[in-house]
């Protein structure tokens, strides 16, 4: 089986920098998501990472280190309208390939 | 706007009755996942559909059912429902290769009273 884990909550000011850490636990590794949920809405996709070293988007930058079974999303001049959960999930390698989700970390952005 | 489209966006319903939750996944998506979310749980998947045949099984119930139809669009079946069957539930599309993200529908929010 998976085991992920993510700090529940984390508050930031805006315009700040955050980082969201995720360390998980698989038998066989192929690929980690990070997702954007807003309370009550669809996940939305951020990032994919599938080899090690750091990937970056625009504000958002996500990372990878496959042997240490470690990752973080990295959230830059942080706004308001990020204050959401961020779910990281992984894919083990093998079967299906459906990724599993962690419970997420509640991100509040605050003045 | 995800692409995936899903209907209904509430559903409200009595204990022991039976649903049917709908969903269209993205132009060119062959794979359909179901997935229940509630506050203490966190997104538990359910069942996977691919071009029609079901490839994989998550926690899902032996009350739910799901099923794809020839043009792709899937349904999700709950039956007998239990007051702890409230969730949001979500649909997701993807085109099954392993590097590619899903996409998510809107949601249907079931309250079982």
């Known amino acids: 089986g998976q085991n992920i884990d993510q700090p529940t909550e984390m508050t930031a000011t805006e315009g700040a920098i955050v980082q969201i850490n995720c360390t998980y636990q698989t038998s066989g590794f192929n690929g980690l998501f990070w997702y954007q949920q807003h309370a009550g809405e669809a996940p939305t996709f951020l990032s994919y990472n599938v080899l090690d070293g750091l990937e970056e988007k625009g504000r958002f930058s996500s990372f990878l280190s496959r042997s240490k079974g470690y990752s973080y999303l990295l959230l830059k001049e942080l706004q308001m309208k990020d204050s959401a959960s961020y779910l990281c999930a992984v894919r083990a390698s093998g079967g299906s390939y459906i990724p599993t989700f962690g419970r997420g970390t509640s991100l509040i952005v605050h003045p | 706007d995800s692409g995936v489209t899903q209907t209904p966006k509430h559903l409200i319903t009595a204990t022991g009755q039976r649903v049917t939750l709908r969903c269209s996944p993205r132009?060119?998506?062959?794979?359909v996942y179901w997935y229940q979310q509630s506050l203490d749980q966190g997104l538990q998947f359910l069942i996977q559909?691919?071009?029609?045949?079901?490839?994989a099984k998550g926690n899902i119930l032996e009350r739910f059912s799901a099923q794809q139809f020839p043009d792709l669009h899937s349904e999700l079946n709950l039956s007998s429902l239990e007051l702890g069957d409230s969730a949001l539930y979500f649909c997701?599309?993807?085109?099954?290769?392993?590097?590619?993200?899903?996409?998510f529908g809107d949601g249907t929010r079931l309250s079982i009273l």
């Open positions: 132009s060119g998506d062959l794979s």
């Open positions: 559909y691919y071009n029609g045949e079901e490839r």
């Open positions: 997701a599309s993807s085109t099954g290769d392993s590097n590619q993200p899903q996409h």
